[in-house]
């Protein structure tokens, strides 16, 4: 494949913007997401969604006001190892019935 190496530069300069963050949204293409598993990934992609509407919505009614870092922080870590129980399950359940092959 001719653009191995182009892509091998484009992943590790994504990692090296990503630093030691778990997700970064990217401006016009969505968001870019690590983790240790696909489970992982999924729950980060949700609360990034998530996260990113509530501000969005806070932001359109103008009464915002920055929670401190620290709280960031702790809800960040909360977030990346609870999730919302059964958010996982309920998407794999959907996927099935959507396509049951893709467990083949």
């Given at each position: 494949y001719q653009g191995s190496a182009a892509m091998q530069l484009d992943s590790q300069a994504?990692?090296?913007a990503l630093g030691g963050n778990a997700a970064a949204i990217l401006a016009n293409h969505g968001v870019f997401?690590?983790?240790k598993g696909v489970h992982q990934a999924y729950l980060r992609c949700q609360?990034?969604?998530m996260?990113?509407?509530l501000a969005w919505h806070i932001?359109?009614?103008g009464e915002g006001v920055p929670m401190q870092d620290g709280l960031v922080?702790?809800?960040?870590?909360?977030?990346?190892?609870?999730g919302w129980p059964g958010a996982w399950e309920a998407m794999v359940r959907r996927e099935m019935?959507?396509?049951?092959?893709?467990l083949d």
């Amino acid at each position: 494949y001719q653009g191995s190496a182009a892509m091998q530069l484009d992943s590790q300069a994504a990692m090296a913007a990503l630093g030691g963050n778990a997700a970064a949204i990217l401006a016009n293409h969505g968001v870019f997401v690590v983790a240790k598993g696909v489970h992982q990934a999924y729950l980060r992609c949700q609360s990034l969604e998530m996260r990113a509407r509530l501000a969005w919505h806070i932001s359109a009614i103008g009464e915002g006001v920055p929670m401190q870092d620290g709280l960031v922080s702790m809800a960040g870590v909360l977030m990346d190892r609870a999730g919302w129980p059964g958010a996982w399950e309920a998407m794999v359940r959907r996927e099935m019935r959507r396509d049951p092959s893709f467990l083949d």
